[in-house]
């Protein structure tokens, strides 16, 4: 499913416009546990900030879009249930299998007005030549506006002897999207990731994509290959955060520079 945003400043009032940079605020969603009993309840944790894993800012259910979980073809909604201590709890029934969650929020515009806030941000992101060349060619003359959307995934295993993995390469109602190229839910450390990255349904070559495991800062950025796919290593237990911004600028009354976030969490356990 692909959005097309044709605004009008008439629309802007749906937008909360803000001030703050964007810059390493990453959102997030973790279960409470990545291994689960088919037909069991899981409960999620959904939140914003610098600092994963630790809880930032909540995020509040009338920003949601779509909030799901998927498994061997079936489809529960994720059900938002309270906002506390820098969460959003969520809820869903897990399925036999592996497991894929996710939580889509509708896009917010923000006014970035310093030069050096957004000269970090383009560098945090990794942003590439054209968006750089792009800025540098319109910075004198435009005030940097950008509508951003979100999107949270996470993966885990309800009780299962089948090794198959089928909804790791289901597809989220995002124009940007990244997804596992093997089962995410029985890595261990040392392993490494396959991922492959997807714009308006195509493989996405260049783009940059973070990691960060809890306890530590971020690893070195990785680009995706021409097919769209890269490998971010996993040295140790614990669990991760894979993140990645596509930026790109558009022609628009209401904002000139448009984004996606994604994110994955997944965790790498001992045999």
């Not at 959102?27 to 009993?37: A, G, R, Y």
């Not at 249930?81 to 592996?98: D, I």
């Not at 997804?179 to 490494?192: E, I, K």
């Amino acid at each position: 499913m692909q959005r097309c945003f044709c605004f009008s400043f008439a629309l802007a009032s749906l937008f909360a416009l803000g001030s703050a940079s964007v810059s390493a605020h990453e959102t997030w969603l973790l279960p409470e546990s990545f291994s689960s009993n088919s037909g069991a309840p899981v409960a999620f944790q959904m939140s914003s900030g610098m600092g994963f894993p630790a809880p930032g800012s909540a995020i509040t259910a009338d920003r949601i879009v779509d909030a799901a979980l998927v498994s061997a073809g079936q489809r529960v909604a994720l059900e938002a249930l309270a906002v506390g201590n820098g969460v959003l709890r969520l809820r869903g029934m897990a399925h036999e299998g592996v497991n894929c969650a996710w939580v889509q929020l509708y896009p917010r515009v923000l006014e970035i007005p310093d030069q050096d806030e957004i000269v970090h941000y383009l560098e945090e992101i990794g942003a590439g030549d054209a968006v750089w060349n792009h800025w540098r060619a319109e910075a004198a003359e435009s005030l940097w506006r950008e509508s951003y959307s979100k999107l949270a995934r996470t993966y885990l295993r309800a009780a299962s002897d089948d090794a198959s993995a089928t909804c790791v390469s289901e597809s989220a109602p995002s124009r940007f999207d990244i997804r596992p190229l093997q089962d995410p839910t029985g890595l261990r450390p040392g392993d490494s990731l396959r991922l492959s990255v997807f714009f308006d349904g195509k493989p996405l070559s260049g783009q940059a994509v973070g990691i960060v495991r809890e306890g530590s800062g971020p690893d070195t950025l990785r680009r995706s290959n021409a097919q769209g796919h890269l490998e971010v290593p996993l040295p140790g237990v614990g669990r991760y955060m894979i993140y990645a911004t596509h930026l790109r600028p558009v022609e628009g009354e209401v904002f000139n520079w448009e984004s996606d976030f994604v994110t994955l969490t997944i965790e790498v356990t001992e045999l």
